[in-house]
């Protein structure tokens, strides 16, 4: 099995503050990490629950994925982020079994993390995240 647990639920948010503050009064959640990731021009707040997150996510600039998600989609879930040991091997085992990959190798995430995305057209109309810690 390649894929070892779920690293994360991404949620697309308009008000990265409003969403924090509902998640707070909803759920006692505390956020665990906060980044803002340059190169896909987002900003992100995690929340752990268990040994995953739910990533709140919002645009930082108009050109990022995440504000063309928010334009013609709304707020809701983006992505799954799904943990592996070794994202190179995750990322050719899906190209192998007819994904379509968004991330021809893999690349800086956050956390320091290395990650690669898979293109909802190639895998059952969910976007996926490969993450490696």
Request: aromatic share 8%; no cysteine; hydrophobic share 35%.
């Given at each position: 099995m390649i894929l070892t647990e779920i690293d994360h639920v991404a949620i697309a948010v308009h008000d990265l503050e409003e969403?924090?503050?509902?998640?707070?009064?909803?759920?006692?959640?505390?956020v665990?990490?906060?980044?803002?990731?340059?190169?896909?021009?987002v900003e992100e707040a995690?929340?752990?629950?268990?040994?995953?997150?739910?990533?709140?996510?919002?645009a930082t600039r108009d050109d990022s994925p995440i504000a063309k998600f928010l334009?013609?989609?709304?707020?809701?879930?983006?992505?799954?982020g799904y943990r592996v040991t070794d994202c190179k091997a995750a990322l050719q085992a899906m190209v192998d079994a007819g994904a379509r990959p968004i991330d021809e190798i893999p690349r800086p995430g956050s956390r320091g993390t290395t990650v690669a995305f898979i293109h909802p057209k190639?895998?059952?109309?969910?976007?996926?995240?490969?993450?490696?810690?």
């Open positions: 969403a924090i503050r509902y998640y707070q009064q909803a759920f006692g959640a505390e665990h990490h906060r980044e803002v990731v340059e190169r896909d021009g995690l929340i752990k629950v268990a040994d995953s997150y739910i990533q709140l996510t919002t334009e013609t989609r709304g707020e809701g879930l983006h992505h799954i190639g895998s059952h109309g969910t976007l996926i995240e490969l993450v490696q810690e």
